[in-house]
């Protein structure tokens, strides 16, 4: 099968995750600086670019180019829904910063996109990018049926809106300094807010590599576990990374009382949560042999990360 650097995808028992991240990264980091060009109104311009070509881990596209080659596809044919998801989950990031949400000065190392460019300009800029990821979905996407391009923009419709990233933040918002979150609430903000772009990633890449309903059903589960995880990792982190590690404020869900694993569980009980739902999705891709060892490998890795 060919894979996007070149390289042979059948796995090695040395698997270079390191490797693969980067060469992937590479890909989408090169396709977003060309997708949003500088142009005019150069305000809105400027501040969508700041928040989109300004580091970030990547993960979404990095997961639907994953999904896509384990289904046999090409992942050539992912790349603009690839760099779509990372679009959105960066137009989320952008509000979620904004005093009315979450209220954050730092995102991704830097002062967070209102900091800059004033609260207006920041909305206006994550309204531009969510509409922009999927306009660029649509006029990039070569060689897809059209049926299943349908599918990948219907998935991506659902997990941004109210039965996905909306309804979780409704959610969190809601539950904001309360003491008594029960821990069915915290996981179905969790997997909302997180889980449901992680899942779109899988689930779109798959549908564009021609996977069967058996195939997305089995990848879509693995993305709610990792999705979950990477959530508890992410909260377990606020309480003990520095501002460094995380590009972020620390110790913020603390101090505005945020309903967080930690809080609920303690930081060696969500750890062993997350270490149990990684096995669970682990399990979960068994079946595919050795073309799941990169997803294998990105499942430790979000248990283990420090970032
Ligand atoms: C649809 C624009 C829009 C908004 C929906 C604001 C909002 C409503 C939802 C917020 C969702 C949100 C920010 C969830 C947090 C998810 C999360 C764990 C973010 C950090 O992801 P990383 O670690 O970040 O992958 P990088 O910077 O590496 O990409």
Redesign the pocket.
């Known amino acids: 099968m060919r894979s996007l650097d070149g390289a042979e995808t059948v796995p090695t028992a040395q698997f270079d995750l390191h490797g693969y991240l980067l060469a992937r990264q590479a890909v989408v980091e090169s396709h977003l600086e060309r997708a949003v060009a500088p142009g005019y109104p150069e305000k809105i311009i400027e501040s969508m670019r700041y928040s989109l070509v300004s580091?970030?881990?990547?993960?979404?596209p990095v997961l639907c180019l994953a999904g896509c080659e384990l289904s046999g596809g090409d992942p050539a044919l992912a790349i603009p829904t690839a760099c779509g998801l990372?679009m959105?989950?960066?137009?989320?990031?952008?509000?979620?910063d904004l005093p009315a949400?979450?209220d954050d000065d730092f995102?991704?190392g830097k002062p967070a996109n209102h900091k800059v460019f004033g609260e207006g300009m920041a909305l206006l800029a994550?309204?531009a990018?969510?509409s922009y990821a999927l306009e660029f979905i649509l006029l990039n996407t070569r060689r897809v049926p059209a049926d299943r391009l349908l599918r990948v923009m219907q998935t991506l419709i659902n997990r941004?809106?109210v039965a996905g990233?909306?309804g979780?933040?409704v959610v969190?918002v809601e539950c904001e300094g309360q003491e008594d979150v029960a821990p069915e609430t915290l996981e179905f903000i969790h997997s909302r807010?997180?889980g449901s772009?992680i899942d779109a990633a899988m689930v779109t890449g798959a549908i564009l590599g021609g996977a069967d309903d058996d195939t997305i059903a089995r990848l879509s589960e693995y993305a709610r576990k990792v999705g979950l995880a990477?959530?508890i990792v992410?909260d377990v982190l606020d309480v003990t990374a520095t501002r460094q590690e995380l590009?972020k404020t620390p110790h913020k869900d603390q101090k505005s009382g945020k309903a967080t694993f930690p809080r609920l569980f303690g930081v060696e009980g969500s750890m062993r949560r997350a270490r149990e739902l990684v096995d669970a999705a682990k399990q979960e891709i068994e079946p595919f042999g050795p073309r799941a060892r990169p997803l294998s490998a990105m499942a430790d890795h979000i248990y283990t990360r420090t970032s």
């Open positions: 580091g970030g881990k990547r993960l979404r990372e959105l989950h960066t137009a989320s990031l952008i509000h979620d949400m979450d995102r991704r994550g309204d990018l969510l941004v809106g990233l909306v979780g933040q969190d807010k997180t772009l990477f959530q992410d590009g």
